[in-house]
């Protein structure tokens, strides 16, 4: 059994930082340890059995915290068993059927042997930070298209996998 999770990410307005205390609530319902942080604040990745890192969206790519995350660690990661979430999708994309990862995140999943990718809907509100978020909120298509029932599906199975291994 994996005892110690990180679930880490890379966020700019805080919706990928929700999504991942979500995905970490659901890990220590299952008697997990789990640790929540910024990627960018994470030094080493020695104290966890496995690794969660989530990356919001912008412009076809992964946050730059999440991304230098994974690069700065990968040697580490490649020896544990590591899931990756993407969020930011605004509107019903990700209601009508599975979002592949970007380009960038599908070819570190295949260097990792990352055990699973999913994309969840994001989050914009008034008062992100951004010119493109304010442009996106001034055309009227901002809202909150995250669903916290996928989510925390997704999350029990990633305990599941840990609590049975």
Known sequence: MTDTV???YGTTNGSTAEIAEAVADILRKDGLTVESCPAGSVRSVAP???VVVGGGLYAGRWHKDARRFVRRHRDALARRPV???SSGPLGDAVAE???PPVRGVQRTMNRLDVREHVTFGGCLKEGAKGRMAGMILRSGKGGDFRDFG???AWA???ADAL???
């Open 6 to 8: 990180l679930v880490t």
């Open 48 to 50: 966890y059995d496995a």
């Open 83 to 85: 899931w990756f979430f």
């Open 97 to 99: 059927g599975d979002i």
């Open 150 to 152: 996928a989510i925390e």
């Open 156 to 158: 029990q199975g990633i």
């Open 163 to 165: 609590t049975h291994a």
